[in-house]
């Protein structure tokens, strides 16, 4: 199974697609979408780019990191907005689309549900064999996202 991982942001859109083979997880490729100008403008580049990774990688599902909390109202209706522009994308290529909470993720790839972004992203380099942490840190935690899915599908 492929999963493509997705950590929503307005500013940069982490994403992370990861294989598994038999008992082995396998990095297939990372990076994050950054996005600059009006919102309507970055939800259309944050869904472009998204399907052109999807097209490029031909993941089986998309595993995305829910939004529940922010430091106001106003961040996280932007955030739901980047995190409904990756959704579509994902539902209109034909993917399964997963939602996993934050402390579900962390809890996947580092035993904790409360660890910080550093913590995932050593986490991530040793569970995928990096030779160093996947940067930016939005990258490592779509990573996470995708192997959240994959721990969890049968």
Known sequence: MIVLGVDP?????GW???RRQGSRLIPVGY???RSEG??????????????????EHRPDCLSVEMVFKGPNVLTLIKLAHARAAALLAGSEMGLEVAEYTPMQIKRAVTGRGA??????????TRLL?????????DASDALA??????????
């Open 38 to 55: 009006e919102l309507p403008e970055r939800l259309s580049h944050i869904y472009g780019s998204l399907r052109a990774v999807i097209q």
């Open 145 to 154: 996202a995708a192997i959240c899915h994959l721990n969890a599908a049968p």
């Open 16 to 18: 992370g697609i990861v």
């Open 31 to 33: 990076g994050a979408i």
């Open 129 to 137: 064999g990096l030779s160093a942490p996947p940067r930016p840190l």
């Open 9 to 13: 942001g307005l500013a940069a859109t």
């Open 115 to 124: 660890a910080d972004k550093s913590q995932v992203a050593f986490m991530i």
